[in-house]
């Protein structure tokens, strides 16, 4: 079973709008959650990153937002804008070396 | 700086025969791994390895061996292709130092007939 649950699975928003994707995890014992971004025909690459000690992690216009209690973290991307249209990975770590993917939420920003 | 290379990056092969994906990385890392993206799926870790001469399993490890002779190189060989393994191949490094950072090739499309 997916060890790392991302929801949804595709997003259409207006230019200038909030785009907002959700994981959620059962294993405790993972220690750090990034955010890959991938554009098509590319390789995935690290957007953002946060560990479970912290509640809420801001780069420019994303923002993590990470409920331990809860197992769930989330990805907000604010004024999104159509250069952010790409596939969304959420990720947690295991043990330094394995990392969980989500399976993946298509955005698309229209103009 | 290449960053990670993998080749190539669309194979066609016929079930039952045998492949080598390649990765190879110029910057030193520590670690390298293989994952698999498939629809709906995210991508899923196959095998990975912390140094030279030292590999572990994944995931989705069944039906797929690596080695790591150096540190620059992590070839991923599958002995009997399926079906079932058509799927796009990541290979992704990180250093130990870079907090977990992973760097990704830009993937190898592999479609088993």
């Known amino acids: 079973q997916q060890q790392v649950k991302q929801s949804p699975q595709s997003l259409i928003v207006q230019k200038g709008g909030i785009s907002i994707i959700n994981c959620a995890y059962e294993?405790?014992?993972?220690?750090?959650f990034p955010w890959y971004q991938q554009f098509p025909g590319k390789g995935p690459a690290l957007l953002i990153a946060?560990?479970?000690?912290?509640s809420e992690k801001k780069e420019g216009r994303f923002t993590i937002s990470f409920n331990k209690s809860a197992k769930q973290f989330s990805l907000h991307i604010m004024d999104s804008q159509p250069g952010d249209s790409a596939t969304y990975f959420c990720?947690?770590?295991?043990?330094?070396?394995?990392?969980?993917f989500g399976s993946g939420t298509k955005l698309n920003v229209k103009p | 700086n290449a960053g990670v290379t993998q080749t190539p990056k669309f194979q066609v092969l016929k079930t039952g025969q045998s492949m080598t994906l390649q990765c190879a990385q110029d910057?030193?890392?520590?670690?390298m791994s293989w994952y698999r993206q498939d629809p709906g799926m995210g991508l899923r870790l196959i095998h990975y390895?912390?140094?030279?001469?030292?590999?572990d399993q994944g995931e989705v490890p069944n039906g797929y061996n690596v080695s790591r002779s150096t540190t620059e190189d992590f070839p991923l060989r599958l002995l009997s292709a399926a079906p079932s393994q058509t799927s796009v191949y990541f290979c992704?490094?990180?250093?130990?130092?870079?907090?977990?950072?992973?760097?990704f090739g830009a993937g190898s499309r592999l479609t088993v007939l």
């Open positions: 992704a490094s990180s250093s130990y130092s870079g907090a977990n950072v992973l760097t």
């Open positions: 294993n405790t014992a993972f220690d750090y």
């Open positions: 946060i560990r479970p000690d912290v």
């Open positions: 990720a947690a770590l295991y043990n330094f070396n394995k990392f969980y």
């Open positions: 910057m030193n890392h520590e670690y």
């Open positions: 390895s912390v140094g030279a001469g030292i590999t």
